[in-house]
C-alpha cells in the first residue's frame, strides 16, 4: 500500500530536549516536504527537499533541521524545541516536485512545555 | 507569504444543498490543487487543474479556475454528512527551475448539518 508514515503519532516533551520525528515513504518519491499546522494560520512548509541531499527552506525553517541521506526518508529535527514549537506536524511527498499531488503523512501532534 | 486564500473561512449548510468555496491566489501557477482534512487528520488529495485548464469535474466535486482574476472555486454537489471537513487550496508558485514549493491556503471549514 502506498503511503506515507510518520513516527511518533503523538509527543510531549520538555524545552531543550532534542527531538526526532521520522517521515517515510513506500513511492519511490523524489520531492519530500514538512509542514506544520496551527489554529488560524493553516500549513506552512518548513523544510522541503527535491531528491536525495538536496533540501531547502520553506516560509517557518528557524528551530528545525532535516536531512535527505535515503530517498525514502527524510526526518525532522528539533535540536531545542520550544513552546511556540507546539503544533501538528505533516509529511508529505510527490513524485518529483510540488506541482504534483501531494500525500500526506498521518501527522504528529507534538506539545513542548 | 500567503499565496491561496480560501473563503469562506466557514460554511454550514444542509445536507443535499450545494457547497461552493473559493480560493485567490497571487502569483502566476503551474497548477492549483485542493485538499480535504477530517479533524486533525492528514491532508486527503481531491483534484488538481492546470492553468491552462478552465474546469475540471470528479464526481461530485466540481473545480474552475480563472487565471486572469487569479482565482478558483471547489463546488461540491449534492453534499453529505461525510463531506463535513476543512477544505484547502494549494499553489504551486512558477519559477524558471519548476516549482520547488507549495503553498497552502488557511483552509475553510465546511459542515454538513443532517
Redesign the interface.
Known sequence: EAQVTQNPRYLITVTGKKLTVTCSQNMNHEYMSWYRQDPGLGLRQIYYSMNVEVTDKGDVPEGYKVSRKEKRNFPLILESPSPNQTSLYFCASSLSNPSYEQYFGPGTRLTVT | ?QQGEEDPQALSIQEGENATMNCSYKTSI??L?W?RQNS??????LI?IRSNEREKHSGRLRVTLDTSKKSSSLLITASRAADTASY?C?T?AEAPQ??????????TRLTINP
Open positions: 507569504s503551474n497548477n490543487q485538499y486533525g487528520r492528514g491532508l486527503v488529495h488538481l484547502f494549494a504551486d519548476g516549482a520547488q514549493k507549495l503553498v497552502f491556503g488557511q483552509g
